[in-house]
């Protein structure tokens, strides 16, 4: 609130003059909007993480089977179960590297704990609109964009 102006007030009955903090609110609509923007992206972090812990589970459950019944007499002789379990297996994996999954859902859950923080200290009057507005910026560069990681061992 180091930023926030000061207003010079003038009592009419004692004739002395203070100086008070003046917060600069936002309007309703754009509270709404920071509100609804703060629920989205609890829903994308939510979303994301479950996302990533079900294609993980299943990769991993995939390869155990592999790992456990390759070659078994009860499958099939061409081993196609085994090989679409791979194919599973690898797709789920390439899945989550490529787009960096984990990565991501850590991005839009430290975004959401950001602007979460920051609309709870505005609604205490502790920071003031410009503040908060500033505060929805620094989630938005922390969410980032989507990144394809198509070549994982290319330098950078």
């Known amino acids: 609130m180091a930023d926030t102006p000061l207003t010079t007030v003038t009592s009419v009955s004692s004739g002395q003059t203070t100086q008070a903090q003046t917060l600069i609110t936002v309007t309703p609509e754009v509270l709404k909007d920071i509100e609804h923007k703060l629920a989205e992206w609890d829903s994308i972090s939510n979303w994301l ?15 155990l ?5 390759a070659g078994a007499d009860f499958l099939d ?11 599973i297996t690898t797709l789920f994996l390439t899945l989550m590297t ?9 991005s839009s859950r430290n975004a959401w704990r950001h602007l979460n923080k920051a609309l709870y200290s505005y609604k205490s009057n502790r920071i003031d609109g410009d503040a908060l507005i500033k505060a929805y910026e620094e989630g938005e560069n922390i969410l980032g964009s ?8 290319e330098s950078k």
Do not use: E
């Not at 089977?65 to 019944?69: E, H, L, Q, R, Y």
């Not at 490529?98 to 850590?106: G, V």
């Not at 989507?146 to 061992?153: A, G, H, L, Q, S």
């Open 77 to 87: 002789t061409d081993n196609t179960v085994i090989r679409i379990l791979a194919f």
């Open 49 to 63: 993480r479950v996302t990533q812990m079900s294609l993980g589970v299943i990769a991993i459950a995939c390869s």
């Open 65 to 69: 089977f592999i790992t456990a019944f």
């Open 98 to 106: 490529s787009f960096n999954i984990s990565s991501k859902a850590n």
């Open 146 to 153: 989507v990144d394809f990681n198509f070549n994982k061992t």
